[in-house]
């Protein structure tokens, strides 16, 4: 079974802190997609990356995809409040028709 | 372009009835997944459909299941509600095997 593990799993931070999220697995994706979650609400795509070492750049938001295409991070500069939410990775598992969703990192900006 | 809708947003049963959730995808989507996320969880995925048909399914017990019509919504079905039922129930669209996936706003279950 495929999972993918995001680290860390909380992280509070000031306003105009930078920050990493990972995500990790241990197989092969054909594709990452990042989403964000704010509460009560559904996850809103933020990218997609589909090329080993891959980085794409969302205004602050810096995502890239590993060589392997086995692992991925988010990088936030300067965040901000606006930022807070629920950062997920997710792909779809190879040959089994099923779409895996990571652990989440909960993402606390502090104004 | 109207995004994934769902209904109802909130949902209050009480344990053994069976509730019944309504997704609408995005025009021209044919691909509906159901997900079930409880409170501070991650997402579970629950089913999925596509033309039609059932394509796969999580480790959920029979008690789960839905259908999508001819014109690509979907409902989702939860028989003999337990108390653990009480989640987000989360409904997203795609175009048949694209990896992006579309979500709506989700209807909260409450079983008590």
């Known amino acids: 079974t495929q999972l993918l593990e995001q680290s860390p799993q909380f992280l509070s931070i000031q306003e105009g802190e930078n920050l990493t999220v990972y995500c990790n697995s241990s197989?092969?994706?054909?594709?990452l997609q990042w989403y964000r979650q704010e509460p009560g609400e559904g996850p809103v795509l933020l990218v997609t990356?589909?090329?080993?070492?891959e980085v794409k750049k969302l205004k602050r938001l810096t995502f890239q995809f590993g060589d392997a295409r086995k692992d991925s991070s988010l990088h936030i500069t300067a965040a901000q409040p606006g930022d807070t939410g629920l950062y997920l990775c997710?792909?779809?598992?190879?040959?089994?028709?099923?779409?895996?969703f990571g652990t989440g990192t909960r993402l606390k900006v502090l104004a | 372009e109207a995004g994934v809708t769902q209904s109802p947003t909130h949902l209050i049963k009480t344990r053994g009835q069976q509730a019944t959730l309504r997704c609408s995808p995005i025009?021209?989507?044919?691909?509906v997944y159901w997900y079930q996320q409880a409170l501070g969880l991650g997402l579970q995925f629950l089913l999925w459909?596509?033309?039609?048909?059932?394509?796969n399914r999580g480790n959920f017990p029979p008690r789960f299941s839905g259908r999508q019509f001819p014109n690509y919504s979907s409902e989702l079905n939860v028989n003999a509600l337990e108390l653990e039922d009480s989640a987000l129930y989360l409904c997203?669209?795609?175009?048949?095997?694209?990896?992006?996936?579309?979500f709506g706003p989700g209807t909260r279950l409450t079983v008590t």
């Open positions: 990356v589909v090329t080993g070492g």
């Open positions: 197989s092969v994706f054909s594709s």
């Open positions: 997710a792909g779809p598992s190879s040959g089994t028709y099923k779409y895996i």
């Open positions: 025009s021209g989507h044919t691909s």
């Open positions: 997203a669209s795609s175009s048949f095997l694209e990896n992006e996936q579309y």
């Open positions: 459909y596509d033309e039609g048909e059932e394509r």
